[in-house]
């Protein structure tokens, strides 16, 4: 397994949770880095993304309270997830992105209720 997401679970509406994904990946920090989620009933979304060179883009849904970081020296990405609505329910996936190629994790599920 390549990428390990971790740090899902639950919380109530308002809270806060941080996701991160470990690479096993050569040359990690070359590779754009992205997270995505998948609602029930929904397709599968670009939540957030950063590049090699550390510019973050955000959807719509998310600015101003989600956070997008890396750290190279820890083969790491993070997702800092704050004022959580309940609408944020998914599975969150972490991916390498451009360009690298495309490579999924497995996922960490997210209620807010």
């Known amino acids: 397994v390549q990428l390990v997401e971790s740090g899902g679970g639950s919380v109530q509406a308002g809270g806060s949770l941080k996701l991160s994904c470990r690479y096993n990946i050569f040359r990690f920090s070359n590779c754009g880095m992205d997270w995505f989620r998948q609602a029930p009933g929904k397709e599968r979304e670009l939540v957030s993304g950063?590049?090699?060179?550390?510019?973050?883009t955000y959807a719509d849904s998310v600015k101003g309270r989600f956070t997008i970081t890396r750290d190279n020296a820890k083969s790491s990405l993070y997702l800092q997830m704050n004022s959580l609505k309940t609408e944020d329910t998914a599975v969150y996936y972490c991916?390498?992105?451009?360009?690298?190629?495309?490579?999924w994790g497995q996922g960490t599920q997210d209620t807010v209720s």
């Open positions: 950063i590049s090699a060179g550390g510019t973050t």
């Open positions: 991916a390498s992105s451009h360009p690298c190629v495309r490579v």
